[in-house]
């Protein structure tokens, strides 16, 4: 069983910056790929970023290309998406989740049905 907590939210300025947190229990960590999501209220959940098996490989959404960067490591079972620039409309609770799939290409899931495992979320908020 795998078990995701996530930590590092919090409330921010409009412009500044916040370093979430994803650690993992379990063995299936370094084989599996992870991801970023974020549900803003009244909003479906969206995909933000995501990452390879070796941290070689990475995607983001549009909305977060260039501010957000997503990395791992795998001796701590962590994973980590720095945010800068923060705009207000990054608000919402920021989710990590693992897909245990082992891809034989480099293709990275964006949807949330890829994902095995969801952490409970931590919360983002930012303000003008």
């Known amino acids: 069983q795998v078990q995701l907590v996530e930590s590092g939210g919090g409330s921010v300025q409009a412009g500044g910056s916040l370093r979430l947190s994803c650690a993992a229990s379990?063995?299936?960590?370094?084989?599996?790929?992870m991801g970023w999501f974020r549900q803003a209220p009244g909003k479906e959940r969206e995909f933000v970023a995501a990452?390879?098996?070796?941290?070689?490989?990475?995607y983001y959404a549009d909305s977060v290309k260039g501010r957000f960067t997503i990395s791992r490591d795998n001796a701590k079972n962590t994973v980590y998406l720095q945010m800068n620039s923060l705009k207000p409309e990054d608000t919402a609770v920021y989710y990590c989740?693992?897909?245990?799939?082992?891809?034989?290409?480099?293709?990275?899931?964006?949807?949330?049905?890829?994902?095995?495992?969801w952490g409970q979320g931590t919360q983002v908020t930012v303000s003008s």
């Open positions: 990452t390879s098996r070796s941290d070689r490989s990475t």
């Open positions: 989740a693992l897909d245990t799939t082992y891809y034989t290409t480099n293709y990275l899931p964006r949807g949330q049905k890829d994902y095995n495992y």
């Open positions: 379990g063995r299936t960590f370094s084989t599996s790929i």
